[in-house]
């Protein structure tokens, strides 16, 4: 039998933290092993349980989420995190996301959204909802000018390795990709290696952080 999903709630609200273990504990793949309700607390509980998981609260005490998120990073580095957030706000998505956040869920949204958000991150995905998105590159939008056609990375990228990239972005893990665009998992693998090599960029969120950035959520492939 598979082990199921190790999984952290950090939120200051125990009520709400109740209905999320109940929720997730009548999974038959995930398991809540601790939570805390404030940002240190946390801190020192996944140093110490590593879990596969962890749910995150923005607004905490004694440290918030986004200031939190760095220090996961360095105790407990194979740990995914999940934002659960009332913030249906572009600037804290974009902070989350280059802090390292693996993906996004707004709370009003996570009896439909966090269950499969929470498997996509575990299995090396990033959840961004596409309709998330759109409001943060209609944030975006006006705040640069797109770059003289000889300096755009993304003129560097074949056809299939922008499909790709666009679909990482939305969210896709390698398998979903690979039925949707009829590829080996492989196949994928290597056009995901080959364009992080082409872009000089170093993980999936810095994938996504660039599709964000070059608007190729909305360009039709």
Same mark, same amino acid.
């Given at each position: 039998m598979t082990a199921p999903i190790r999984i952290f709630l950090a939120d200051d609200h125990a009520v709400l933290r109740a &209905? #999320? !273990?109940s929720l997730l504990n009548a999974e038959a793949d995930m398991e809540v092993i601790g939570e805390a309700g404030d940002g240190r607390s946390c801190i020192q509980a996944v140093a110490d349980l590593q879990p596969d998981v962890i749910l995150l609260d923005i607004n905490m005490p004694h440290c918030n989420g986004l @200031?939190? #998120?760095? @220090?996961? &990073?360095?105790h407990a580095p194979n740990s995914r995190v999940l934002i659960l957030t009332m913030h249906d706000d572009a600037e804290y998505l974009r902070q989350a996301m280059t802090a390292g956040s693996a993906g996004y869920v707004l709370k009003q949204a996570a009896d439909t959204e966090l269950l499969v958000a929470i498997r996509t991150v575990y299995g090396g995905g990033v959840f961004l909802h596409p309709d998330h998105a759109r409001v943060l590159l209609a944030d975006s939008s006006?705040?640069? /000018?797109? /770059?003289?056609?000889?300096?755009?990375?993304?003129?560097?990228?074949? @056809? +299939?390795e922008l499909e790709v990239l666009r679909l990482i972005a939305l969210g896709h893990a390698n398998k979903e990709i690979a039925d949707m665009l009829y590829l080996s998992? !492989? %196949?994928? @693998? %290597?056009? !995901?290696? +080959?364009t992080m090599k082409k872009l000089a960029l170093k993980s999936r969120a810095a #994938?996504? +952080?660039?599709? #964000? !950035?070059h608007h190729l959520l909305d360009r039709s492939m």
């Open positions: &209905g #999320l !273990k @200031e939190a #998120l760095a @220090e996961i &990073g360095q006006d705040q640069t /000018a797109p /770059a003289p056609a000889s300096d755009d990375p993304v003129a560097h990228l074949s @056809e +299939r998992v !492989k %196949t994928v @693998e %290597t056009y !995901k290696a +080959r #994938l996504v +952080r660039f599709a #964000l !950035k």
